[in-house]
C-alpha cells in the first residue's frame, strides 16, 4: 500500500527490517517491489540496500565508524557485507553504489568486458574516464578511440550518480571512496574500523604495512605508534587514532 500510488509510484521498492536468520548479520531485511518487476519479493535490491544501511548507521543501528563502518545484512540472497563510507558524519555505501553503477552500465557489452568483477569494471571504466579528463584539461593528445569511449560512457555516468540515492560527483567517488576497497588491504581496512581511523590515518597505515608486515602487526595488537629520539631512546607512544 506505501509504496503503490498514490504514495508510491510503479517503480518504487521497499525494504522490510526482520530479526537475521543469520547470527553474524546486523540486521536482516525482506525487499519489496512494485509494477512489472518479475518477483513481488527480489533477492536482492542495490538501492534498497544502500538506503538500508545508510538509514542503520544514521539511526545509531550499528555504530558508526569513520571512514569505514561495516554493515552485515542477512538477505534472501544470502550475506551481504557492505561498507559504508562515513565523510563529514555522510553515509555513503560503496559495495551498493558500486552494484547500482555496474547494473546500470552493463547494458552495454563493451562495458562488461574490461573486468571480471564489478569493483574492477567500476574502477577500471571511471579511472580511464578520468584520466582522459585530465589529459584533455593538459591538452594532451588524446586518441580517436579515447575520445569515442569517453564520449559513449561519460553521460551515462554522470547520470547514474546524479540520480543516487545521495547524489555524487564520480571524480570524488573515484578518489575518495573506490580506493578504500581498490588501494587498501582489507587487513588495514579491518584495523582502520577497529581503531576508528579516519581516512588519512587509514593510508597512512596501509603505506605502514606495505613497508614492514611484522610493525604493522604490533601497532594493531598495541593499538599505538612507539617512536624514538635520536639517541634511540623510546618516547611517550601515540594512540593509534591521534
Known amino acids: ?7 508510491g509510484h510503479n517503480d518504487m521498492f521497499g525494504a522490510a527490517l526482520v530479526e537475521p536468520v543469520n547470527q553474524d548479520a546486523d540486521l536482516g531485511v525482506i525487499f519489496l517491489s512494485t509494477g512489472d518487476y518479475p518477483r513481488a519479493y527480489p533477492y536482492m535490491c542495490g538501492h534498497g540496500t544502500i538506503g538500508l544501511i545508510s538509514a542503520a548507521v544514521e539511526l545509531g543501528m550499528v555504530k ?3 571512514p569505514l563502518t561495516k554493515v552485515l545484512l542477512d538477505t534472501p540472497d544470502g550475506l551481504v557485507t557492505g561498507w559504508a563510507t562515513v565523510r563529514n558524519d555522510q553515509v555513503i ?36 574516464l578520468d584520466s582522459i579528463r585530465r589529459s584533455k584539461e593538459r591538452g594532451s593528445v588524446v586518441l580517436a578511440a579515447e575520445k569515442d569511449l569517453s564520449n559513449k560512457f561519460i553521460g551515462q555516468v554522470e547520470s547514474i550518480f546524479k540520480n543516487l540515492p545521495k547524489p555524487l560527483k564520480w571524480q570524488s567517488f573515484l578518489m575518495n ?15 582502520s574500523v577497529k581503531h576508528g581511523l579516519n581516512k588519512a590515518q587509514t593510508k597512512a597505515l596501509a603505506r605502514l604495512e606495505q613497508v614492514s608486515d611484522k610493525v604493522f602487526h604490533d601497532v594493531i595488537q598495541k593499538g599505538s605508534i612507539p617512536f624514538k629520539d635520536l639517541n634511540n631512546n623510546l618516547l611517550p607512544t601515540l594512540a593509534l587514532n591521534e
Open 93 to 128: 555505501n560503496i559495495e551498493a553504489t558500486i552494484e547500482i553503477i555496474d547494473v546500470e552500465m552493463g547494458k552495454e557489452p563493451e562495458y562488461l568486458t574490461v573486468g571480471k568483477t564489478p569493483l574492477e569494471r567500476v574502477h577500471k571504466l571511471l579511472s580511464k
Open 1 to 7: 500500500m506505501i509504496l503503490r500510488e498514490p504514495r
Open 177 to 191: 571512496d573506490l580506493i578504500l576497497l581498490t588501494d587498501i588491504p582489507l587487513n588495514v581496512q579491518t584495523a
Open 64 to 66: 558508526k565508524t569513520e
